[in-house]
């Protein structure tokens, strides 16, 4: 079975850069049509942060995050990037990667099946 194993995460200042980098061990990513990246921050519900169809290369983006973040593939090194730029505080969270089958709806959580253990991502001012 695919596992999702997300790196990259950090402590850093606002205004700083981070590229989350999210590796499929035990299978390829190409077995999904989908992934994306979500975030839960203490006391909040998981939200969607950005997603990219595996084949076609599209990608969808939260408008919080729209124009800082950047979600891109590579298919030969079976991972996943989140390049985080202009961070600031409200970023702060928890980062997820996964992934699913169909390329609808893809900032509804529910519809993805395989999930990474996530990595942290603390901005201060």
């Known amino acids: 079975q695919v596992q999702l194993v997300e790196s990259g995460g950090g402590s850093v200042q606002a205004g700083d850069s981070l590229r989350l980098s999210c590796l499929a061990s035990?299978?390829?990513?190409?077995?999904?049509?989908?992934v994306g990246w979500f975030r839960q921050a203490p006391g909040k519900e998981r939200e969607f942060v950005a997603a990219v169809a595996w084949s076609l290369g599209s990608t969808y983006y939260a408008d919080s995050v729209k124009g800082r973040f950047t979600v891109s593939r590579d298919n030969a090194k079976n991972t996943v990037y989140l390049q985080m730029n202009s961070l600031n505080p409200e970023d702060t969270a928890v980062y997820y990667c996964?992934?699913?089958?169909?390329?609808?709806?893809?900032?509804?959580?529910?519809?993805?099946?395989?999930w990474g253990q996530g990595t942290q991502v603390t901005v201060s001012s």
């Open positions: 996964s992934a699913k089958n169909g390329v609808t709806s893809a900032a509804r959580a529910s519809r993805y099946d395989s």
């Open positions: 035990g299978g390829s990513l190409s077995i999904y049509s989908m």
